[in-house]
């Protein structure tokens, strides 16, 4: 599973570039499932999660191939549409991939899918979206297999604010005859990155508000060339890392409107933030300040995939802080790491007391999910003297080269074999 070995306690300074985004890439490969034609992917992050999912669509008859973070793929000729690699359950694509599949082929199935295991995760929602839309759905252990009845556009109003259940529903609907609207929408970047490339593709997609998303069904979808924006929250994840460890650095090839309560949090950790049209820097003491609460929640509000790595901000913050966890069940699973690391840190309920402490030691710690092994490479740059991160192929999930970045911003930092 890889691990990385940190000497701690050095102030950061350099610049780094943001990687194509994940959370972007993932629905982005599941579309691409109904598209006949080659499609060009630019700033395609290498990231495992993005070979997990290509493997799996290669069952379909799907073909790609990289050039260097050039991904071509063409599902022109599909020849399968009942999937069962237990690949699946590596990640949360599977169930996106049923709307695509059966919109093209009339029927499908997959593993039903899994990914960190950072809460329940469950998949009634999906399901749900998918029948209301004429695609009949039937669960049978962990498969889940469907069959197009009449492929019609509905109104759909989602009872939770869900990311993946908003894209399947837009993919769902794409192929669809006549008109879907889905009320309570997420409003996460990566939806309207799902949409602006099904339009560039042929389809007929509007956010008509915040939370309102139509959907004009379309006969076909058309190969194209797309370049992924960046990762927020490898971006968030670089930025928090310059704040724990002091000093300052820039982060290039990113959004900041899509960043604010991030950049708000650390700036109220007493951070400096300077922002410019496609980089953000940061200047941070090495003193740091609590916060009294931050509570996750769907976009805007502050995003989940970056409560770990505050929480190894906030350890060594002088005072309280609490973070709310409103999302996930299981999000705090890098706290006894962070605890062996000299952390002061309780959980109650969904929420963590972080209690500052003076300095964090290096320790042998392991990743168990994607942000809370990110969260512990930062306690790394922060901690005094060495620490080692096991099962890092976690972070190799949704990073593309950790170690590589951090050196960039002064780090001393190497992935051992
Ligand atoms: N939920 C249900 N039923 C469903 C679907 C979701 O109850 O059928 C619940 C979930 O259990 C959760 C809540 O709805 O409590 C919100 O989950 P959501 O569906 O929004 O999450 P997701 O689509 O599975 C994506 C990202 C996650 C990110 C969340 C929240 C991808 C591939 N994954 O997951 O990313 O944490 O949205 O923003 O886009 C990560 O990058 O580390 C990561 C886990």
Not at 385 to 399: A, D, E, F, H, P
Request: aromatic share 4%; glycine share 10%; hydrophobic share 40%.
């Amino acid at each position: 599973m890889g691990s990385i070995e940190i000497i701690g306690g050095k102030q950061l300074e350099g610049e780094v570039r943001i990687q194509g985004s994940k959370n972007s890439l993932v629905p982005i490969l599941a579309a691409t499932l109904m598209i006949e034609g080659e499609v060009c992917l630019k700033n395609c992050p290498r990231i495992s999660d993005a070979y997990d999912v290509l493997e799996l669509m290669a069952e379909t008859g799907c073909s790609y191939r990289w050039e260097n973070d050039i991904l071509y793929i063409d599902a022109s000729n599909l020849n399968k549409s009942s999937l069962h690699s237990e690949k699946a359950k590596t990640n949360r694509v599977s169930v996106l991939m049923l709307g695509a599949l059966a919109g093209r082929m009339g029927c499908a199935g997959v593993v039903a899918p899994g990914g960190c295991s950072i809460g329940k995760r469950p998949v009634d929602k999906h399901i749900e979206v998918l029948n209301s839309l004429g695609i009949r759905t039937k669960e049978k252990e962990d498969y889940i297999s469907c069959v197009v009845e009449k492929h019609v556009g509905n109104y759909i109003r989602l009872n939770i604010k869900s990311v993946g259940v908003t894209e399947n529903a837009v993919i769902a609907a794409t192929l669809a005859k006549g008109t879907t609207v889905i009320a309570n929408a997420a409003r996460e970047p990566e939806v309207d990155t799902l949409c602006d490339f099904l339009n560039k593709a042929g389809a007929k997609i509007v956010r008509i508000e915040p939370g309102i998303i139509m959907v004009e069904g379309v006969k076909r979808l058309f190969g194209i060339e797309y370049t992924l924006p960046s990762d927020r929250i490898v971006a968030g994840t670089y930025l928090t890392a310059i704040a724990a460890a002091g000093g300052v650095g820039t982060i290039k090839n990113i959004e900041y409107r899509h960043m604010e309560k991030v950049l708000e949090v650390l700036e109220n950790t007493g951070c400096r933030i300077f922002k410019f049209k496609n980089e953000i820097s940061v200047f941070a003491g090495k003193k740091k300040r609590s916060i009294d609460i931050i509570t996750t929640g769907p976009y805007p509000g502050f995003p989940t995939d970056m409560q770990s790595q505050i929480i190894a901000l906030l350890a060594t913050a002088q005072g309280e802080s609490v973070i709310s966890e409103k999302v996930f069940e299981s999000r705090f699973m890098v706290v006894p790491e962070l605890i062996k690391m000299g952390a002061d840190i309780s959980i109650c309920n969904d929420s963590a007391h972080i209690r500052g402490v003076e300095r964090l030691n290096g320790a042998v710690v392991k990743a168990k999910e994607l942000r809370g092994g990110a969260a512990l490479v930062i306690a790394g740059l922060v901690a005094e003297g060495k620490t080692v991160i096991l099962n890092t192929g976690y972070i190799k999930r949704g990073y593309v080269d950790i170690a590589k970045d951090l050196r960039g911003l002064g780090a001393d930092i190497k992935e051992a074999l």
